[in-house]
C-alpha cells in the first residue's frame, strides 16, 4: 500500500513522498516513528517524527514527510487558519502521546518547493498558526542543506483547540 501511495505522491509531484528512500522511511522507522492514514484499504495520508538534536536536547520533529492525497478527507470543522488535514488533525495527537518529550518542532521549507505549491502554502499557514499562538516561530536554519523554518509546537493550546473544535482530543 506504501509504494502505491508512493506512486500517486510522484504523479502529484510531491517529490519526498515520490519513493520510500525520498521519504527515509527506514531510516525514520529507526530512529522515530512513521504513521499512516488507511481509507478503503488505500493508504491516503503520512506524515512521521524523528529526534530533533539541531532544536534541542529532548527535541523532536514531527510531521516529518507529512503528505496527504487530494480528496480523501471530508471533515469541514475547522475554520480559517486552522488544521484541517488528516496528518495535522488526526497524527499530531497520537505523535505528542508517543514522543517522550514536550518539545515538538515543525520544520517548512522557506524557498524549496517539493510539492506543486503546497509547501509554499503549509509554510504560510504555520505562520497564521503563530499568530495563533498554536506555534511558535523560532526563527530560520540550514536543515539538511535547505533553508527552513522553525517551529515550535504549543502543545497545549493546539490541545485545547483541537478538543474545542472536533469535542475530544486524545491524551
Not at 488507511?38 to 495520508?45: E, G, H, P, S
Not at 532544536?55 to 487558519?81: H, T, V
Not at 502521546?97 to 510539492?115: A, G, M, Q, V
Not at 522553525?150 to 491524551?171: P, S
Amino acid at each position: 500500500m506504501l509504494k502505491q501511495f508512493c506512486k500517486e505522491c510522484e504523479i502529484l509531484g510531491y517529490e519526498n513522498n515520490s519513493s520510500l528512500e525520498r521519504m527515509n522511511l527506514l531510516w525514520c522507522k529507526d530512529v522515530g516513528q512513521y504513521w499512516c492514514a488507511v481509507k478503503d484499504d488505500k493508504i491516503v495520508a503520512v506524515a512521521g517524527c524523528h529526534p530533533f538534536p539541531e532544536a534541542g536536547e529532548n527535541a523532536w520533529r514531527i510531521m516529518y514527510r507529512g503528505c496527504e492525497l487530494p480528496g480523501n478527507d471530508n471533515f469541514k470543522g475547522l475554520g480559517k487558519g486552522d488544521w484541517n488535514s488528516i496528518t495535522q488533525r488526526e497524527f499530531i495527537p497520537l505523535m505528542i502521546k508517543w514522543i517522550p518529550s514536550k518539545d515538538l518542532y515543525i520544520t517548512t521549507n522557506i524557498s524549496n518547493e517539493h510539492s506543486n505549491g503546497k509547501a509554499a502554502r503549509n509554510h504560510r499557514l504555520m505562520g497564521l498558526l503563530s499568530k495563533q499562538k498554536i506555534l511558535d516561530n523560532i526563527g530560520n536554519m540550514l536543515y539538511n542543506e535547505v533553508e527552513q523554518t522553525v517551529w515550535k509546537l504549543n502543545i497545549e493550546i493546539y490541545a485545547t483547540r483541537r478538543e474545542r473544535i472536533i469535542g475530544r482530543y486524545v491524551d
